[in-house]
């Protein structure tokens, strides 16, 4: 991996307001290095799909100051759980999020549940969320959340792919 200084040097775009870092494996020790550059602080759009990062590199990403003007975060094919989820969902610096894909990670219901019950991501209106660990509690929790009203663009999984019927020792099967 190159170091994540030299891949902002390259991709991030010349207004400042974009970096797509995608698919560089910056891990969480790179997304704590991009937490502390003050340069990316016009950043509007951060795209990190399949990076590794964890719960840890997310909390660097949610308690940095340099990104309280993220409109747009992409964690798509990361290893994120429910406690990264609940950073961003925390965070202060995170209220002008507008779309954010959480796409293929590991977010369990707790996390689920907390998106739902958001109350700092007032902006927030796409939110994908689609293929982690969420199950019926947590699918739920979105469709019925306070925040529906303008989070007009819900990707999750749907609710039927949960249930499983009990088949009994008794059936032909």
Known sequence: MASVDYLVSQFL???KRNLDLSNQNIGDKGAERLASLKSLRKVRR???????????????????????NIRELDLYGN??????????????NFLKLK?????????????AVA???????????????????I???GVEALKNAKCRTRLCHLYVDEVEEYIHEDYGEDDDD
């Open 13 to 15: 775009s010349d207004d």
């Open 46 to 68: 951060l795209s990190l799909p399949n990076n590794n990062l964890s719960d840890e590199g997310v909390k660097a990403l949610a308690a940095s100051e340099f990104f309280t």
């Open 79 to 92: 290893v994120l759980g429910d406690d990264g989820v609940k950073a961003i969902v925390a965070s202060p």
């Open 99 to 111: 779309k954010l894909n959480l796409y293929g990670n590991l977010i369990e219901d707790d996390g």
């Open 115 to 133: 998106l739902a019950e958001a109350e700092h991501l007032t902006k927030l209106t796409h939110l994908y969320i689609n293929a982690n660990r």
């Open 135 to 137: 199950r019926k509690e």
